[in-house]
Every structure is written in structure tokens, then in C-alpha cells.
């Protein structure tokens, strides 16, 4: 079945450091990928997605490339901010099925520290 | 808009008891989700609905949890009898149906303490 695996955490960045959190899939056919977040105390947020491959999804500073040939989809920011801690979450669905269930890694803490 | 609303947040329950999870969607989202989040991991699906209708349901654990949603809106996850292992946050998420990338909107969660 479809699986999404994450670097694991904690990460541990001082304010305005570069940030990259990896993530790679096995999917069977062409998965959308998404990056979630869940902020101390908050539910899971959509943060960026990627339908297919080249795409780059952007939002808040963060980005992530759909790389079909290396089966990834890494997040970066370039100067992260203390308000940036929080739990990162890659996750893929598979839209040509009826199904179109997330499909979740385990996730990914990132801590800010001024 | 109004986003996902679910009910209780927090419940402490001891092991072989029942509990019930309320989850209203987002209006005019016919699919609605029922993930299990264990702490430090990722959610991992329990049932997915359309409308009123069982999309998905493998990893349910049958003979103790059970889902309905009567009119196609409002859903309810229930848990009977709890387990030790029961204890996590229990997430309700929407999606609106249609072509395109299937972005959920997720609920704040119901966390489930089994002693």
C-alpha cells in the first residue's frame, strides 16, 4: 500500500537558519502531496500541495518540489521564525481512486529557538 | 466559513467503558474522515463516509469501534468497549468533493485517555 516516510525529530534550528525536512513516498500511479503543520495546541492546517510532478507548492516562506524521479517532496524555508515551531506533516492521496484518503508520515517536530 | 466542529475535546474514561465522538463538517462537504492520531505519530484513517455512505472502512477495528452518519451530515465515532491502547486524539476532517487536488479540513480533535 501507499506510505509516506519522514525524517524524524525533533529538529532543533536557531531563528533564521535554513530549514529542510525530508520526505519520500511509495505510491502506486500519480499521488497529490501535501505538507500539513499542527501548531502547539491547534489542528492540522494545510500548509502547501503538489498535484503533479514538477509542481512547486509555496505558502508562508515554505516550499516543496514534487520530484517523481526521487519519489520526494522535501520542505524548505530559507530563515525560519521562532513561530515556525511546530509538528510538520507529509502526506500523499491518490485522486484517480474513490478512496482520496490522506495517507500521513509520522511527522516531523521542528523547534525554533531565538 | 465555519470549520470542522468536534465534540467533547477531552474525555478520561477507564478501559471497557463506552464513549461517543461528535463531528459536524464543514456545510456542503459530502466527504467526511475519522482519523486516530497516537501520540507521536502520524493520523492514520479509521472510516471514510460519502455522504451517508461507507467509503472506506479497513482499518476500523470492527468489533469495538463503530461510525454512522445519518443524513449525510453530522457523524458520530463510537468505542465500545475502550481499550488502553484506544487512548489518542481522534481527528474529523471534510472535503469537498470534486476534481483536482483533495484538500481536508481538519477539526480540532477529541482526545480519548484510557485508565
Known amino acids: 500500500g501507499d506510505s509516506v516516510t519522514q525524517m524524524e525529530g525533533p529538529v532543533t534550528l536557531s531563528e533564521e537558519a535554513f530549514l529542510t525536512i525530508n520526505c519520500t513516498y511509495t505510491a502506486t500511479g500519480y499521488p497529490s502531496l501535501f505538507w500539513y503543520v499542527q501548531y502547539p495546541g491547534e489542528g492540522l492546517q494545510l500548509l502547501l500541495k503538489?498535484?503533479?510532478?514538477?509542481d512547486k507548492g509555496s505558502n508562508k516562506g515554505f516550499e516543496a518540489t514534487y520530484r517523481k524521479e526521487t519519489t520526494s517532496f522535501h520542505l524548505e524555508k530559507g530563515s525560519v521564525q521562532v513561530s515556525d515551531s511546530a509538528v510538520y506533516f507529509c502526506a500523499l492521496t491518490q485522486m484517480d481512486t474513490g478512496r482520496r484518503a490522506l495517507t500521513f508520515g509520522s511527522g516531523t517536530r521542528l523547534q525554533v529557538q531565538p | 466559513e465555519a470549520g470542522v466542529a468536534q465534540s467533547p475535546r477531552y474525555k478520561i474514561i477507564e478501559k471497557r467503558q463506552s464513549v461517543a465522538f461528535w463531528c459536524n463538517p464543514i456545510?456542503?462537504?459530502?466527504?467526511l474522515y475519522w482519523y486516530q492520531q497516537i501520540l507521536g505519530q502520524g493520523p492514520k484513517l479509521l472510516i471514510q463516509f460519502q455522504n451517508n455512505g461507507v467509503v472506506d472502512d479497513s482499518q476500523l477495528p470492527k468489533d469495538r469501534f463503530s461510525a454512522e452518519r445519518l443524513k449525510g451530515v453530522d457523524s458520530t465515532l463510537k468505542i465500545q468497549p475502550a481499550k488502553l491502547e484506544d487512548s489518542a486524539v481522534y481527528l474529523c476532517?471534510?472535503?469537498?468533493?470534486?476534481?483536482?487536488?483533495?484538500?481536508?479540513?481538519f477539526g480540532a480533535g477529541s482526545r480519548l485517555t484510557v485508565l
Open positions: 476532517a471534510s472535503s469537498f468533493t470534486r476534481s483536482g487536488a483533495n484538500v481536508l479540513t
Open positions: 456545510s456542503g462537504h459530502a466527504t
Open positions: 503538489a498535484t503533479k510532478a514538477d
